[in-house]
């Protein structure tokens, strides 16, 4: 059976009146929830920075491994080049010889080089996981603290919210879905959450804009659905008695 437009505005009532109570729950929480989220994304980004930098010494270091080998290998040639010059025949091979040597020797204050450099910035990326990882054990006791506080809160009103949800759940499954879609986008859009506003001493309840007495009048009468011509909200009612339209009577 369709619903009067009076039955209608009350189920919407309600609605907002549930959904009101739910926000007021949620606004006791504060800026917890948002808090935690921020500091568990602070988190992540350590870790990540920290797994980074991790990665990285494992290739300085492979590169390191890497010029060891090779200072060692250069040295092995030059013991076998100077083992060589022992038994040259001539002159002419004594200096290829040397040249080799020489060559190993320049081999080994490049790789020696390369190592150091990359020791350096092996110490420097440990400095980094070190600042990184106090930062991240600071942001992590400061995570701790926050979600023992919003649990605290949360599990205070933790049944009176499941049971909210609930009424409110069932209560919007007795509105037609046009009328609760719009009833959603107007709830979206303001600021306050308030979609279903009654009229309280002449004045809009959502944005305190000044509801004309005939206007008043036709709410009061509730024959269709009106909305504030400021801020689009749903009138349910006029608190009180509306004030008289002008009769248009001269002075």
Excluded at 197 to 217: D, H, L, S
Aim: net charge negative; proline share 2%; charged share 40%.
């Amino acid at each position: 059976m369709e619903l009067t437009i009076a039955q209608k505005l009350d189920a919407l009532l309600k609605l907002q009146s549930l959904d009101s109570q739910l926000d007021e729950l949620i606004k006791i929480r504060g800026g917890l929830p948002e808090e935690v989220r921020d500091l568990e994304d602070d988190i992540a980004g350590f870790e990540t920075r920290i797994g980074k930098f991790q990665a990285e010494i494992k290739t300085l270091e492979e590169e390191i491994e890497r010029n060891r080998v090779a200072k060692k290998d250069a040295e092995k040639l030059i013991t076998k080049y100077k083992d060589q010059q022992m038994n040259v025949r001539n002159n002419r091979e004594f200096d290829a010889i040397s040249k080799e040597i020489e060559l190993q020797s320049l081999e080994i204050e490049l790789v020696e080089k390369r190592a150091n450099e990359a020791q350096f910035r092996v110490r420097g990326k440990e400095e980094e996981i070190k600042t990184t990882t106090a930062a991240l054990n600071e942001r992590k006791e400061d995570l701790k603290a926050k979600k023992q506080e919003l649990d605290q809160i949360t599990s205070e009103s933790q049944e009176e919210e499941k049971e909210l949800i609930k009424q409110r759940d069932e209560q919007a499954t007795t509105i037609e879905a046009r009328l609760l879609n719009s009833y959603k986008k107007i709830r979206g859009n303001a600021l306050n959450g308030l979609a279903v506003v009654m009229v309280k001493r002449g004045a809009c309840g959502g944005c305190f804009n000044v509801v004309p007495p005939q206007r008043q009048a036709d709410i009061k009468d509730k024959k269709k659905i009106i909305v504030c011509e400021h801020c689009g909200r749903i009138f349910a009612d006029v608190e009180g008695v509306p004030e008289p339209a002008p009769t248009g009577r001269g002075r």
